[in-house]
């Protein structure tokens, strides 16, 4: 139960990351936003595993996956912007 409680402190934390970040005019998901709710979902997915809710467990795996291809993609899209910038120069 406490990790539950830690990993869903820790997603509240990615949130109140990202509005920050949409307060300051930036509107895509950043990858700091991604990093911190992926930590925050293994936490609870170490719950699960430790309590037995296994269909539980397995949805928040399916959702550490997906942050985590979003983190990816997000990351490769940012180094498509980087060589472009450096190309220019």
Do not use: P
């Given at each position: 139960?406490?990790?539950?409680m830690i990993g869903l402190g820790v997603?509240?934390?990615?949130?109140?990351?990202?509005?920050?970040?949409?307060?300051?005019?930036?509107?895509?998901?950043?990858?700091?936003?991604?990093?911190?709710?992926?930590?925050?979902?293994?936490?609870?997915?170490?719950?699960?595993?430790?309590?037995?809710?296994?269909?539980?467990?397995?949805?928040?795996?399916?959702?550490?996956?997906?942050?985590?291809?979003?983190?990816?993609?997000?990351?490769?899209?940012?180094?498509?912007k980087n060589r472009k910038k450096s190309?220019?120069?």
């Amino acid at each position: 139960m406490e990790s539950a409680m830690i990993g869903l402190g820790v997603i509240a934390i990615a949130w109140i990351l990202q509005l920050v970040y949409s307060w300051k005019g930036k509107k895509d998901i950043q990858s700091k936003f991604l990093i911190v709710y992926a930590i925050g979902t293994a936490l609870l997915i170490i719950d699960c595993y430790l309590n037995d809710f296994r269909w539980t467990g397995i949805f928040n795996t399916i959702v550490l996956m997906l942050s985590l291809i979003l983190l990816i993609r997000i990351g490769s899209k940012n180094d498509e912007k980087n060589r472009k910038k450096s190309r220019r120069r």
